[in-house]
């Protein structure tokens, strides 16, 4: 072991297991007082957890990591199946419990859901506008024509779809959301919108909305690694060079815009009394975003993005892990929306998701659940 992540690798892999047994077969989201909460299964961060867990699973081979994998998933089918309720985040729930489990295992049922859920997220798209629409008027009144950066790692659901099944369709829908995206969310300077708004019945774009972030004009940080982090994968899939050169000027927005320690506020716009925010989920997908990225270069570009990427999760494994045995998740400070929400500065499941990811990638690993 001469590498720092490598240790940072083993104590995540012993971690997942042993709080595994708590956890179990549950949805956790936020840490609360050390110990992870459970959400509903219908809840978009269902996925977070079976992924984690087979990440574990690929390196420890342990049955009772796959029980509880496999129970997560198949919990998500009275969801699936119910179609009701259903959102644009079914990438995010079934890519990493279903997907995860055909790649690995090459489970029948598991691709067919993982296809009926890449059905669901193709039905959401409106080709006046081009693009897949996110939430329900349940979720937010009269919101058919909003789009968000989020759905960027949504789409890969549709790529693996379309190769899967040898039929186009689902990647001419993630290409034409993907475009829309590049045209309409990503400004001059590589911040990002979180939300766009259309008019559904005739796609005409009406404006932007802050959403997540602190107003329509500011750059929400988790808005900026969706971004990078889909629109790598998109090129994985489509080898358009457009998607890398959005991924870049994305990528050098978040890179220039990154405190001393590389783990950003929760938007980097936000007023000065509004920045006790850190998001650790930020940095922990943007990080495992920009290793995708190096994937497709060389050189000094590669070596460049490469050497961000690390010193992100350095920092987050030094500065923010949580080692001891009073918190349950592996790192802190994640904020899930803080114009709404109570959990800011909190650990939250798709920050340790991404983290591990991003060690996995350090250490060689190049196959995608994505």
Known sequence: MNKWYDEA???????????????KDTF????????YNSERSGFWTAGFWPGLLWLNYKETQDENIKKYAVSCESQLDKDLHNFIGI?????????????????????????????????????????????????????YA??????????MMNVPLLYW???????????????????????????NDGSVHHIVCFDPKSGER?????????????????GAAWAIYGLSIGYGYTRDKRYLDKAKQVAHFFIANLPEDKVPC????????????????AAACAASGLLELCKYLDG?????????????????YKNYGAWGNDEEALITMGTVNYTRSKYVNTPIIYGDYFFVEALSKLKGEEELFW
Not at 120 to 125: C, D, E, I
Request: with cysteine; aromatic share 10%.
């Open 28 to 35: 956790p989201h936020v840490s609360i007082e050390g110990q």
């Open 161 to 187: 779809a379309s190769e899967e099944l040898n039929d186009p369709r689902f990647k001419h829908i993630a290409m034409a959301h993907t475009e829309t995206v590049m045209n309409e969310f990503i400004r």
């Open 300 to 316: 000094v570009e590669k070596d460049f993005y490469h050497e961000k990427a690390e010193q992100i999760i350095h920092s987050l």
């Open 87 to 139: 959102h644009h985040d079914v990438g995010f729930m079934w890519i990493l419990s279903s997907v995860a489990h055909y790649k690995l295992l090459k489970d029948e049922e598991s691709r067919k859901r993982g296809l009926i859920a890449a059905s669901h997220l193709a039905g959401r798209f409106n080709i006046k506008g081009n693009y897949i629409r996110a939430w329900t008027d349940k979720v």
């Open 9 to 23: 690798w083993e104590q995540s892999i012993k971690k997942v297991s042993q709080i595994s047994h708590r956890i």
């Open 142 to 151: 009269d919101s058919q024509g909003w789009a968000i950066i989020d759905c």
């Open 266 to 281: 929760w938007d980097f716009r936000a007023p000065k009394e509004q920045r006790d925010g850190k998001d650790s989920s």
């Open 206 to 222: 009406v404006g932007a909305l802050g959403g997540q972030g602190y107003s329509e004009e500011s750059a929400w940080a988790r």
